[in-house]
């Protein structure tokens, strides 16, 4: 069985993540320095990959709390602001219970 040595979705590890090395400079930069920042671009071009990738590195994983949440299917404001607070309530649990919760869903 051959299998795609190609990574089409999501983001796996920073072994995985090709270029890029000048924006994901520019993106770790501006952050830092505490600027806002807009990536812009068609679909399907790598944004959600270079942010992923860009919260790995150990200026923003040691300084940042960080959080990622996909709003595109939300229809209200009440739909963003639930998406929004689940994702912080659960990226702000201790490791520990963040496991046991995973190892009760396994």
Do not use: W
């Not at 990536?39 to 150990?58: A, D, E, N, W």
């Amino acid at each position: 069985m051959v299998r795609n040595p190609f990574i089409t979705s999501g983001y796996i590890s920073a072994d995985y993540f090709c270029d890029r090395r000048f924006e994901s400079e520019r993106f770790i930069r501006e952050v830092v320095n505490g600027n806002n920042l807009a990536l812009v671009s068609t679909r399907r071009m790598g944004k959600t990959g270079l942010i992923r990738h860009c919260f790995q590195y150990p200026e923003i994983r040691k300084n940042y709390y960080t959080f990622f949440i996909d709003i595109y299917d939300s229809r209200s404001l009440r739909d963003l602001v639930f998406a929004l607070s689940k994702e912080i309530l659960e990226g702000l649990k201790p490791p520990e219970r963040r496991r046991c919760k995973a190892f009760g869903n396994a």
